[in-house]
């Protein structure tokens, strides 16, 4: 009965950490398929884009333009899976990035599946799968 007992707790425990590591893997994303194909988006629908004057491993998009395009900011401790990585920024704060690109919203997509900042000012374009 103690053997059990332990061997239960054991696999319980090791569930745990395996599941605590793997919230930690990569963002928390999806494939949404909007009016202009398939993109990718937040859990909660919200769309991501790239902006054309980042370069991989680096964001470009500060003061204003950080508060029209909000980074799509990763948390403490998380470990990032290929194809997403983890950006750090000159103020410190570490963002999303795919394939090396640093991810952010469009202040004016208000409704999750929204692409209203694709094509803007001819640098921002959604992400894509």
Do not use: H
Not at 78 to 95: H, K, L, N
């Amino acid at each position: 009965m103690t053997f059990r007992l332990f061997a239960s707790l054991a696999t319980g425990a090791a569930a745990l950490v395996l599941s605590a590591g793997a919230a930690f893997a990569a963002p928390d994303v999806q494939t949404l398929e909007t009016d202009i194909g398939e993109v990718i988006a937040d859990s909660e629908g919200m769309v991501l884009y790239t902006f054309a004057n980042d370069e991989p491993g680096v964001s470009n998009c500060y003061d204003q333009c950080a508060v029209n395009w909000p980074p799509f900011f990763a948390e403490e401790g998380a470990m990032a899976e290929e194809p997403y990585s983890i950006v750090e920024r000159t103020d410190g704060t570490m963002i999303w990035a795919k394939d090396g690109w640093p991810l952010y919203y469009w202040i004016n997509d208000t409704e999750p599946g929204m692409t209203t900042g694709d094509g803007v000012g001819g640098n921002w374009d959604v992400a894509r799968p």
